[in-house]
């Protein structure tokens, strides 16, 4: 049960950005975080590879983080927010891990730094291949012992009212209609991979945070900026999770519906290609084949070596009866990592006085058009904690307080009819997945713009399957809008 009638911050979202972010509140002020669904039920519980950062001077610097955030932005990046990243982010690393993460160490008891693709220096701290997974287990501990933070799992936030010195924030809390009030509200909603039908994200992915702060008016930017991986296991069910390029990395071949080798008609590069060019070349090879069959080989590789190298992935494979030492691994390139978002200053507040959006849902331009690997996790730490630190800054300036109203919505309805999730999700992977098509994109622009006013003049009741058909909707159309608008210009 939700305790209060009223809190000083509202945290939307339990990843990695909404509970580091609550953590900066010290005892005196009232926090409430929400997950959609389950505690553990976010991208960040999914990530594999690491966090970026310069935690040594000795064999890495800013400069050469920053270069290299450039390099895989294409240099769209905003200076002032990637310099925040760099600089404030190892102090951010340090601290998770005094809050009790743990990252591999090598046999001097010193930090295991990985590379990955982008990156000119090993400077990415892991555990094992299930980074996102510690990260979050240390934070739940931490936020569970905090008595001045309440955890509401299986909410969702429906919409954000403003009322005088904050937001009513209107609630499904295990079924029932509810609405709380508060003073700051930290959108940590994560990102929009569910607008896709193959996607690496899970069920919570839908964008709900973006369709929110967009009904209150905030700016959202490059929302079209989507990344795509090469590998993701595909498997008959639609769950997608992702084969991580540490794989390939390892020597895994990619194979096409013939089983034959094929990046050599594509990049030199072969399967060391960037995921960019990768997944480029899958659909344009099954364009060629006619088939969406691809596979991974890694068969060659030490059975011993693959286990303990990729116990999760090793796993996760084994629950659809794939053994990687054995059998070739079924893959297709999906969408998994959305740059754009909410706009946001460096300090994560949007265009709309009191709201904070921070982690995959902002925008605060330190990707640019591409993502360098492992800067995300780096990204929520760091942009979550600034947040805090600058609601703490307008508290400390005169503790405004809500004036409770009562909620005015009727959440009475019609049933929201089957298949409209799955219409947003088709239109999308035509018009605006790996090699974007403008007859596609308008076309779909149009058909979800219908889809949107039919969602809107339905009347249907707000269930969590309508809340979230409205959200993926309202991504859609703001991404095929934008990519239109694009298309127009060139
Ligand atoms: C498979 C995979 C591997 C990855 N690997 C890496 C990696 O190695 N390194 C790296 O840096 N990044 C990686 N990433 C990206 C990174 O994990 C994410 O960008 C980051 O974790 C996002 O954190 P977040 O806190 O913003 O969002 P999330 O962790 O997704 O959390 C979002 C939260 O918002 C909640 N929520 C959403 N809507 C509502 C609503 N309406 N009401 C209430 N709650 C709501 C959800 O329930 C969830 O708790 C990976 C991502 C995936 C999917």
Redesign the pocket.
């Given at each position: 049960m939700i305790q209060k009638q009223i809190y000083d911050v509202l945290v939307?979202?339990?990843?990695?950005?909404?509970m580091y972010g609550a953590l900066q509140f010290k005892s005196g002020t009232d926090v409430l975080i929400?997950?959609?669904?389950s505690?553990t039920?976010?991208?960040?519980?999914?990530?594999?590879?690491?966090?970026?950062a310069v935690l040594s001077l000795e064999d890495d610097s800013y400069e050469l983080h920053t270069k290299d955030t450039f390099i895989a932005g294409r240099h769209e990046n905003d200076p002032e927010a990637v310099d925040v990243l760099v600089h404030e982010g190892p102090e951010d690393v340090r601290r998770i891990m005094e809050l009790g993460a743990e990252f591999d160490r090598n046999a001097d008891g010193e930090l295991d730094k990985t590379l990955e693709g982008g990156h000119c220096r090993r400077r990415i701290v892991?555990y094992k291949d299930c980074?996102?997974a510690e990260m979050v287990r240390a934070l739940l501990k931490q936020v569970e012992a905090r008595e001045n933070i309440e955890y509401a799992e299986d909410?969702?936030?429906?919409r954000l009212v403003r009322v005088r010195s904050g937001f009513r924030a209107d609630l499904l809390h295990g079924g029932v209609y509810t609405s709380v009030f508060c003073n700051y509200c930290m959108l940590?909603?994560?990102?929009i991979?569910r607008v896709y039908k193959y996607t690496?994200?899970?069920k919570?992915?839908?964008g709900?945070?973006i369709r929110?702060a967009w009904e209150l008016g905030a700016r959202i930017k490059n929302l079209s900026y989507i990344q795509f991986h090469p590998t993701a296991f595909n498997s008959e069910d639609g769950e997608q999770?992702?084969i991580s390029e540490s794989v390939r990395g390892e020597g895994a071949y990619l194979l096409n519906c013939r089983h034959e080798r094929f990046m050599d008609r594509y990049d030199d590069r072969l399967e060391l290609a960037p995921r960019d060019v990768v997944s480029k070349a899958i659909i344009l090879e099954s364009r060629r084949t006619g088939s969406n069959d691809f596979f991974l080989d890694i068969r060659h590789e030490d059975a011993d070596f693959l286990r303990a190298r990729f116990p999760a992935i090793s796993e996760g494979c084994m629950r659809y009866g794939v053994d990687i030492t054995k059998d070739l691994i079924p893959i297709f390139p999906c969408q998994?990592?959305l740059m754009g978002g909410i706009e946001v200053d460096i300090d994560s507040k949007t265009t709309v006085p009191r709201l904070y959006a921070?982690?995959?849902?902002a925008n605060t331009g330190v990707h640019g058009k591409n993502r360098l690997?492992?800067?995300?996790?780096?990204?929520?730490l760091v942009f979550?904690r600034r947040a805090a630190e600058d609601i703490k800054r307008c508290m400390a300036n005169g503790f405004p307080n809500v004036s409770p109203l009562p909620a005015d919505c009727d959440y009475t309805g019609a049933p929201l009819p089957p298949g409209i999730v799955s219409e947003i999700r088709s239109i999308m992977q035509r018009a605006y997945f790996v090699l974007p098509d403008p007859g596609a994109i308008r076309f779909g622009l149009k058909q979800i713009d219908n889809i949107l006013k039919r969602l809107k003049g339905g009347k249907y009741s707000w269930t969590t399957e309508y809340?979230e058909a409205l959200?993926l909707a309202t991504v859609a159309y703001i991404v095929l809008k934008e990519a239109e608008e694009a298309n127009e210009r060139r």
């Amino acid at each position: 049960m939700i305790q209060k009638q009223i809190y000083d911050v509202l945290v939307v979202g339990s990843g990695v950005a909404g509970m580091y972010g609550a953590l900066q509140f010290k005892s005196g002020t009232d926090v409430l975080i929400l997950s959609k669904y389950s505690k553990t039920t976010s991208n960040s519980n999914l990530a594999q590879g690491g966090v970026a950062a310069v935690l040594s001077l000795e064999d890495d610097s800013y400069e050469l983080h920053t270069k290299d955030t450039f390099i895989a932005g294409r240099h769209e990046n905003d200076p002032e927010a990637v310099d925040v990243l760099v600089h404030e982010g190892p102090e951010d690393v340090r601290r998770i891990m005094e809050l009790g993460a743990e990252f591999d160490r090598n046999a001097d008891g010193e930090l295991d730094k990985t590379l990955e693709g982008g990156h000119c220096r090993r400077r990415i701290v892991h555990y094992k291949d299930c980074t996102g997974a510690e990260m979050v287990r240390a934070l739940l501990k931490q936020v569970e012992a905090r008595e001045n933070i309440e955890y509401a799992e299986d909410t969702v936030l429906c919409r954000l009212v403003r009322v005088r010195s904050g937001f009513r924030a209107d609630l499904l809390h295990g079924g029932v209609y509810t609405s709380v009030f508060c003073n700051y509200c930290m959108l940590c909603t994560g990102g929009i991979g569910r607008v896709y039908k193959y996607t690496t994200n899970p069920k919570s992915a839908t964008g709900d945070g973006i369709r929110i702060a967009w009904e209150l008016g905030a700016r959202i930017k490059n929302l079209s900026y989507i990344q795509f991986h090469p590998t993701a296991f595909n498997s008959e069910d639609g769950e997608q999770f992702l084969i991580s390029e540490s794989v390939r990395g390892e020597g895994a071949y990619l194979l096409n519906c013939r089983h034959e080798r094929f990046m050599d008609r594509y990049d030199d590069r072969l399967e060391l290609a960037p995921r960019d060019v990768v997944s480029k070349a899958i659909i344009l090879e099954s364009r060629r084949t006619g088939s969406n069959d691809f596979f991974l080989d890694i068969r060659h590789e030490d059975a011993d070596f693959l286990r303990a190298r990729f116990p999760a992935i090793s796993e996760g494979c084994m629950r659809y009866g794939v053994d990687i030492t054995k059998d070739l691994i079924p893959i297709f390139p999906c969408q998994h990592y959305l740059m754009g978002g909410i706009e946001v200053d460096i300090d994560s507040k949007t265009t709309v006085p009191r709201l904070y959006a921070c982690g995959e849902c902002a925008n605060t331009g330190v990707h640019g058009k591409n993502r360098l690997a492992s800067n995300s996790l780096l990204e929520a730490l760091v942009f979550s904690r600034r947040a805090a630190e600058d609601i703490k800054r307008c508290m400390a300036n005169g503790f405004p307080n809500v004036s409770p109203l009562p909620a005015d919505c009727d959440y009475t309805g019609a049933p929201l009819p089957p298949g409209i999730v799955s219409e947003i999700r088709s239109i999308m992977q035509r018009a605006y997945f790996v090699l974007p098509d403008p007859g596609a994109i308008r076309f779909g622009l149009k058909q979800i713009d219908n889809i949107l006013k039919r969602l809107k003049g339905g009347k249907y009741s707000w269930t969590t399957e309508y809340l979230e058909a409205l959200s993926l909707a309202t991504v859609a159309y703001i991404v095929l809008k934008e990519a239109e608008e694009a298309n127009e210009r060139r």
